[in-house]
């Protein structure tokens, strides 16, 4: 199993600023996914982070608006750029097992856009 | 397109059986997992399964039909701490997770 150290798990932000979500995990993994979970809604994935390159984004999901940072193979940052009150929702942090058949997921954090 | 269907509410007893349905519609398959997700919680992993058959872990057992491309969770002697919501997940053939819109489990005493 991993486990996946996410801040902040919370946080009240104004529109128009950005808020970067750091993930740690406790051990080396090729690939961290970041989603995204709207009150209510199912997961819906954002992108996927590599070390060593680029993150591949969803469709509906651009860099401008979600960069994210992969610096070594047990970190990973996702920021909310020029938030608007629809970017409301949780974000969490995954990575899957070396099978890939399951996901460990960080404590998400709950953000809130006014 | 890919879909997952799993009902949007399911209501049970406490002790009680509940089955939780899943059927999807994907482009390839390479199995079929379950999680559950608390309130205000994160998902947690219960069970994978890439064969047919029923996989067995304590209360949770988990079921897949390939062929009817069907799968359920259930859940035996039911307790309050079980209400949450249950996602079901498939991986497609490109390796995609494909979820499934979440079942909110309830359970009454």
């Known amino acids: 199993s991993a486990v996946i150290s996410q801040k902040p798990s919370r946080d009240i932000c104004q529109r128009g600023t950005s808020l970067t979500i750091q993930c740690q995990v406790d051990?080396?993994?090729?690939?961290m996914f970041w989603y995204r979970q709207q009150p209510g809604q199912s997961l819906t994935l954002i992108a996927t982070?590599?070390?060593?390159?680029?993150?591949?984004?969803e469709s509906g999901f651009v860099i401008d608006k979600f960069p994210i940072s992969r610096p070594n193979l047990t970190f990973s940052t996702l920021t909310v750029s020029n938030m608007s009150p629809e970017d409301s929702s949780i974000y969490l942090c995954s990575v899957e097992d070396r099978r890939g058949e399951k996901l460990f997921f960080g404590s998400g954090t709950q953000l809130s856009v006014l | 397109g890919q879909s997952l269907e799993q009902p949007s509410e399911v209501t049970a007893v406490e002790g009680a059986i509940v089955q939780i349905n899943c059927t999807y519609q994907t482009s390839g398959f390479y199995g079929l997992s379950w999680y559950q997700q608390h309130d205000g919680g994160a998902p947690t992993f219960l069970s994978y399964n890439a064969l047919d058959g029923l996989e067995e872990t304590g209360r949770f057992s988990s079921f897949l039909s390939r062929s009817d491309s069907y799968g359920y969770l259930l859940l035996q002697e039911l307790q309050m701490k079980d209400s949450a919501s249950y996602f079901c997940?498939?991986?497609?053939?490109?390796?995609?997770?494909?979820w499934g819109a979440g079942t909110k489990l309830i359970i009454k005493p």
């Open positions: 051990s080396q993994v090729t690939m």
């Open positions: 997940a498939v991986r497609d053939s490109n390796y995609q997770l494909i």
């Open positions: 982070a590599n070390q060593g390159s680029e993150a591949t984004y």
